[in-house]
């Protein structure tokens, strides 16, 4: 499931398999020039991939042409191990749903955050005050 989001100012991305929540996906939250990124690959740790913006030579840099959005850059495994490496996602979205991401409706209790200051299980924090 591919789904994409403009919602209070936060342009999201997200993919995962609705019915096997441990497959493969990805949540991207691009918000004032900032990029909060999650990939889990099945079989592997919860947050396998984590993106920390600045850390460890770790970029990315989002570009959204009309219905197309794309994140490209370097990631780090989770943990610090191992040298970042190019990653690229492209999303050509059918529509953009002005609401919260699907995953914040899933049950929490494996889930990892982004960003780490989000409450635990929460994959997607949107401060109050926005």
């Known amino acids: 499931m591919l789904k994409c989001y403009d919602y209070e100012d936060h342009l999201m991305v997200e993919a995962h398999n609705a019915d096997d929540l441990e497959a493969t996906g990805f949540l991207m939250d691009?918000?004032?020039?900032?990029?909060?990124?999650?990939?889990?690959v099945q079989?592997?740790?919860?947050?396998?991939?984590?993106?920390?913006?600045?850390?460890?030579?770790?970029?990315?840099?989002?570009?959204?042409?009309?219905?197309?959005?794309?994140?490209?850059?370097?990631?780090?495994?989770?943990?610090?191990?191992?040298?970042?490496?190019?990653?690229?996602?492209?999303?050509?979205?059918?529509?953009?749903?002005?609401t919260p991401p699907d995953s914040s409706k899933v049950d929490p209790s494996d889930l990892p955050s982004v960003p780490s200051s989000c409450p635990a299980g929460q994959p997607l924090c949107i401060p109050e005050d926005n």
């Not at 020039?33 to 889990?40: A, E, F, R, W």
């Not at 913006?53 to 770790?58: A, K, L, P, R, Y």
């Open 30 to 40: 691009y918000y004032e020039n900032n990029v909060n990124l999650s990939i889990g």
């Open 43 to 98: 079989g592997g740790d919860p947050d396998q991939f984590r993106y920390e913006e600045g850390t460890d030579g770790q970029t990315a840099e989002v570009t959204r042409d009309g219905a197309s959005v794309t994140i490209t850059g370097k990631i780090g495994a989770a943990g610090g191990s191992g040298a970042p490496q190019r990653f690229e996602i492209a999303a050509n979205c059918a529509e953009f749903f002005n």
